[in-house]
């Protein structure tokens, strides 16, 4: 039997077991007022429409979700995240979405202009740098 190191009862019905969450992998769960949310490993960021608290919880913590609205979870670590409800209870909607990557890839990075003064300056200290060198070992 697997044991769960839970401080409040377990709730009879399990909606996700040990789901995996990637590093700002999301959860949306709509309409999971009373459920709970155990956080198995990793961290993750709650937070719950129409509440203005924010939530981070680490490994082993657990979170009541109040709200009758949409509850998003993201991982700020990757995570395996473990969600109850009361047996009774109408099961919430729960999706996994897609997240975004921190920069579109070969997008470049920097301002333009900047970019071009850097290459400038690079081009200007690559061709110097050889007689640069030559002087220093003629001169010792």
């Not at 377990?10 to 007022?33: C, H, K, M, T, W």
């Not at 109850?84 to 990075?109: C, F, M, N, Y």
């Amino acid at each position: 039997m697997d044991r769960k190191p839970w401080n409040e009862p377990f709730d009879e019905q399990v909606l996700l077991n040990g789901a995996a969450l990637p590093y700002r992998g999301l959860l949306s769960i709509r309409g999971g007022r009373g459920a709970v949310l155990f956080i198995e490993h990793g961290e993750v960021w709650v937070t719950q429409e129409g509440d203005q608290r924010d939530v981070v919880l680490s490994a082993g913590a657990w979170f009541r979700l109040d709200r009758d609205g949409t509850a998003i979870v993201q991982a700020r670590r990757a995570a395996a995240v473990t969600l109850t409800a009361v047996a009774d209870a109408p099961v919430p909607e729960i999706r996994t979405l897609p997240h975004g990557k921190s920069r579109r890839p070969g997008r470049r990075r920097g301002h333009p202009l900047l970019r071009t003064l850097t290459a400038l300056w690079l081009r200007m200290y690559r061709r110097a740098a050889p007689s640069i060198s030559q002087r220093l070992a003629a001169s010792v």
